[in-house]
């Protein structure tokens, strides 16, 4: 089956500093990754949609500026977190879409930042 | 706001029981509901998912029945097992590519 993967899975920064987590399709390619923020004990909140070559488009009340993307091959998409607060600690994970016609999204196993 | 909520938080049953947990949704377009089933610190696992067009689909000790007149949606677990204590997502979506709106979550224990 299509599988995705995230690194680091877990990662700790001071505030301040800025932290990347990539995300990969490993055995397909995906022409759409989204982005997913989890807070403790809540659900999966979309931060922003990637296709592969064009600039992502986030949802609102999500900083472009602080949480940038980029998906510059159809296997890769990456998120840097810019300046972190310990706010910005969460569980991170992405999905992938391989552009069929099914509805379906391949999950990440995310990726747990802690920003001190 | 969430377009897809409103269920029990909390559900415990016992080793063997069967479990039902609700979802209701608020997007009359939406054409695709799936469940997911997350442990800690785990991405979502696929677990079922159903299209618009259909009002029921099982799949291995799972259901799933969507009802379109009331917006709701339900999983069914047969024989719950231990391995089953998870939190379980409901998410839909109306286009194919698009993301998926989520749920707030049903945390099932289940007890042996």
């Known amino acids: 089956g299509a599988v995705v993967s995230q690194h680091p899975s877990r990662v700790i920064c001071k505030s301040g500093t800025s932290v990347k987590i990539e995300c990969r399709s490993l055995d397909f390619q995906a022409t759409t990754m989204f982005w997913y923020r989890q807070f403790p004990k809540q659900s999966l909140m979309l931060m922003a949609t990637?296709?592969?070559?064009?600039?992502?488009?986030?949802e609102q009340g999500v900083e472009k500026d602080k949480f940038l993307i980029n998906h510059a091959s159809l296997t890769l998409s990456t998120l840097t977190v810019t300046s972190a607060h310990p706010e910005d600690s969460s569980f991170y994970i992405c999905?992938?879409?391989?552009?069929?016609?099914?509805?379906?999204?391949?999950f990440g196993p995310g990726t747990r930042l802690t920003v001190t | 706001g969430e377009s897809v909520g409103l269920h029990l938080p909390t559900l415990s049953v016992q080793e063997g029981d069967n479990s039902i947990i609700n979802c209701a949704y608020s997007n009359s377009a939406s054409d695709y509901f799936i469940w997911y089933k997350q442990e800690s610190g785990k991405g979502p696992q696929f677990i079922i998912d159903i299209r618009s067009n259909m009002d029921k689909r099982q799949g291995q000790r799972v259901t799933v029945l969507l009802n379109k007149t009331v917006k709701h949606l339900s999983l069914q677990i047969a024989a719950t097992q231990p391995g089953d204590s998870a939190v379980y997502f409901c998410?839909?979506?109306?286009?194919?590519?698009?993301?998926?709106?989520f749920g707030k979550g049903t945390t099932l224990s289940v007890s042996s």
């Open positions: 999905s992938a879409y391989d552009g069929g016609l099914t509805y379906e999204q391949y």
């Open positions: 990637s296709n592969e070559g064009s600039k992502a488009t986030y």
């Open positions: 998410a839909e979506a109306n286009q194919a590519g698009t993301a998926l709106i």
